[in-house]
């Protein structure tokens, strides 16, 4: 998960803190991923200067470039609230860890599912650049579902 701390304008920081936007629309120059965290930071461009406000959330969804109208270079970042930090001081058990993994594994599948058929949408409209990016995150999400399958049989078996 990577933390990426974005400048925001005080109108749209404010409908952020307001729960009125839950999306960002963003050149996608930092690999935006569904799980990182941004950091909105308050930017004042009459002082330009930050004021010393931030947000943070977790992306839920993406858009990237070629997906429904997305133009090229940009993605619309989908967010929501982060998720409460586990207390330090908790038990971590083998049995919650092998969970966890299971339940990384089950996203990390679904993620490389959708984005292969969207790879083969865009190779069936000619589209072979967009194809192969989208086959390329679903060859990772793939790779990435396997780890965590195989760590929780790992973890099953201390």
Known sequence: ???HELKTWPKYFAAVRSGQKRFEIRRNDREFKVGDILVLRE???EDDAY?????ERQITFLLSEEDYGVIHGF???GFGEVPPH???AAEVTAESLATWHETAASNAALR???A???SESYAASNMGVAAERQGAVADLAAAEAGFH???ARIVRKI
């Open 43 to 45: 930017f004042d461009p």
């Open 1 to 3: 998960m990577t933390r």
């Open 149 to 151: 399958a195989a760590a």
């Open 112 to 114: 490389a599912q959708g």
């Open 116 to 118: 292969r058929k969207v």
């Open 51 to 55: 004021t010393g406000q931030t947000e």
């Open 86 to 88: 586990p207390d330090a």
């Open 75 to 77: 993605v619309a970042i």
